[in-house]
């Protein structure tokens, strides 16, 4: 997260078993393992706190950072914001920055940032939510300042100058829920005022962490229905969801 983010950490740190980091974690790696390899330098920005990342590490030297110290770990967290990374250019050979770019008011700047640090020919692994019209009180309390397409963010990433090598929608298996939940949001009459809208957050309110619970039940569903995802993006791309995974290379240096 970066400075202008008033959210006091992640609903992970008081739910880190809920059934959505769970998915995210599984269909994180299926989307981006192939694109790890064997790194010496990973760093992990803006989810310390969450499951999301345990795929990522290994026996290699990782760096989380996060605006806030409530998840790091003392001798491996940095706290810091993306949009100031405190590393040298080229330090990482892999970075990773989910569900992070949507609470930065310079999305540019966050990018830029991840693609200045990665080293040449090394990744970067992003995860973004999912389209403007689906913004909702929920987004507000979150602290995110918009939602993305998929052509949006791989426009946002090349702007960075990084090749993008994979850009697929996820949670496709919920995404009837997903559609359903927002739809009712607005019914209920809970759609934020206009001026809270994408591209003017006006930061988190103070149930910002509290997530929908849900039944050992509808756990079991929501995993599984996640679990048809996993199956699909081992394969090929999904064509839509709620999320937005992105790989990316910084291009070797010429010359």
Not at 48 to 54: F, L, M, T
Not at 218 to 223: G, P, S, V
Request: proline letters at 7%; a positive charge.
């Amino acid at each position: 997260m970066d400075a202008t983010t008033s959210q006091p950490g992640s609903s992970s740190l008081q739910q880190p078993d809920y059934w959505w980091h769970r998915a995210r974690a599984g269909l994180l790696r299926e989307a981006f393992a192939p694109y790890v390899g064997q790194p010496r330098r990973v760093l992990d920005v803006g989810s310390a706190d969450a499951p999301s990342v345990g795929w990522l590490l290994g026996s290699h030297r990782s760096v989380s950072l996060d605006l806030f110290t409530e998840g790091l770990v003392p001798g491996e967290g940095v706290c810091g914001s993306v949009t100031a990374l405190p590393f040298a250019s080229g330090t990482f050979d892999v970075v990773g920055a989910f569900d992070v770019v949507e609470h930065c008011a310079n999305d540019h700047l966050a990018v830029s940032e991840l693609a200045r640090v990665v080293e040449p020919g090394g990744r970067v692994l992003l995860s973004v939510p999912a389209y403007p019209w689906a913004w909702s009180d929920h987004d507000v309390r979150a602290g995110h300042h918009r939602r993305y397409t998929r052509p949006q963010v791989v426009a946002l990433v090349r702007g960075a100058g990084l090749t993008v090598v994979r850009a697929t929608y996820a949670f496709a298996g919920v995404f009837p829920l997903f559609v359903g939940e927002r739809a009712w949001r607005r019914i209920r009459g809970r759609r934020p005022a206009r001026a809270a809208g994408p591209g003017a957050s006006r930061g988190a309110e103070p149930d910002g962490r509290r997530l929908p619970q849900v039944s050992a039940t509808q756990d079991r569903i929501l995993m599984g229905l996640s679990g048809l995802d996993r199956r699909v993006l081992g394969r090929g791309d999904l064509p839509f969801g709620s999320s937005v995974f992105v790989a990316a290379v910084k291009p070797e240096e010429s010359g």
